[in-house]
């Protein structure tokens, strides 16, 4: 079955940059929209961003838009999470989701999940 293995998380300073990493296995990763999320203490788990199966089309909520950047590499079956200007507003666990609805941004539209990856930013 298909599986996401998160990586890439931490503890940076304000400002900072993190690149998380999601490898996918078990599947054809060409036939998934991905997708980053976001759950921080306390609070439900939010969309980040998300890319379609061949990387032609990728969407980011408001808050990171001008600071994150989604990407995936198909030969290498991994999608990719570039944040940068980090905030602590930015702390939580990160999770990476497959789903087969193309333009897929809420969290039921998700097939398959990560276990996730924690990022911290400190002031």
């Known amino acids: 079955q298909v599986q996401l293995v998160e990586s890439g998380g931490g503890l940076v300073q304000v400002g900072e940059s993190l690149r998380l990493s999601c490898v996918f296995s078990g599947g054809s990763f060409r036939s998934f929209t991905m997708a980053w999320f976001r759950q921080a203490p306390g609070k439900e788990r939010e969309f980040v961003a998300r890319i379609t199966p061949f990387g032609t ?67």
């Open 57 to 123: 089309n990728s969407y980011g909520t408001d808050s990171v838009k001008g600071r994150f950047t989604i990407s995936r590499d198909n030969a290498e079956n991994t999608v990719y999470l570039q944040m940068n200007t980090l905030t602590p507003e930015d702390t939580a666990v990160y999770y990476c989701a497959a789903s087969t609805g193309y333009f897929a941004v809420s969290v039921r539209s998700y097939d398959v999940w990560g276990l996730g990856t924690q990022v911290t930013v400190s002031s």
